[in-house]
């Protein structure tokens, strides 16, 4: 698998070049694929081991690992991340061409599926970041760029993370009615915790908040006292219910 994804605008072309990819393989009757995106500094095989404890056995995870690259809010410090971010909350300058690359790369993990299977995005914090940009490329049907995005989502979920170019969301959603129609009809959960000192709560809250003023409806948000920056088991199985019913997962429950 070719795991460089060529970004092109404003007259440079940047490659990125992306880490090594898990999968872990559906146990039952393969019914959903959902690509899922790690936080910054991480890599794919952290959520990958998690993921073989779900009682899931009808999705097939696909964890890649975000490309090396220097990071402004760790003062240009070499890490894993998903694009360039001066802070953690969505308040500092979008780097659309990192976001469009990122998400690309997802959406050609996701080309190759069976038709028949649902598809689906989510992540941890940056990686939630990521899922929820797809989400809006979904909806508009197009990158950042302006390129055809060519994946049809069933399911989003973002834990600790935040709205990127949530500025300019509005405008672009005016207009087109196949954008709010894509809106309404896609499924999103967002979960964050009140503890959270990394990607403030507020900042969960106001993503969401974004969301649904633009029309996605079927959106839901849920908050978990003195949870920090992490996952817990109680919130992993509010993603394995949500995940069950939304994509009508057979003999998948708890």
Not at 32 to 55: N, R, Y
Not at 70 to 80: D, E, K
């Amino acid at each position: 698998m070719n795991n460089s994804t060529r970004s092109s605008g404003s007259g440079t072309t940047r490659t990125f070049e992306f880490g090594r990819t898990h999968v872990v393989r559906p146990r039952g009757n393969h019914q959903a694929t959902i690509v899922w995106l790690h936080g910054l500094g991480d890599k794919g095989s952290s959520w990958s081991q998690l993921f073989e404890t779900l009682p899931l056995p009808n999705i097939k995870w696909i964890c890649p690992t975000a490309p090396t690259r220097p990071v402004a809010i760790f003062g240009g410090y070499l890490c894993t991340a998903w694009f360039e971010a001066g802070d953690l909350s969505g308040d500092g300058p979008d780097d659309l061409e990192g976001l469009d690359a990122s998400a690309a790369h997802v959406a050609n993990l996701l080309s190759t599926e069976p038709a028949n299977v649902k598809l689906g995005i989510g992540g941890f914090s940056m990686g939630a970041a990521t899922a929820l940009y797809s989400a809006t490329c979904h909806t508009l049907g197009k990158y950042g760029n302006g390129n055809l995005y060519p994946i049809n989502l069933s399911a989003v979920v973002g834990l600790s993370g935040w709205l990127p170019c949530s500025r300019t969301l509005r405008n672009q959603m005016e207009g087109s009615i196949e954008a709010v129609r894509r809106a309404a009809s896609l499924p999103i959960l967002l979960c964050h915790g009140l503890g959270d000192d990394v990607v403030a709560y507020k900042n969960g809250e106001r993503s969401a908040q974004a969301l649904n003023s633009v029309g996605f409806r079927n959106l839901t948000f849920r908050a978990y006292n003195g949870l920090g920056h992490y996952t817990i088991p109680e919130e992993t199985d509010e993603v394995c219910n949500w995940l069950t019913a939304r994509l009508g997962l057979q003999g998948s429950q708890l």
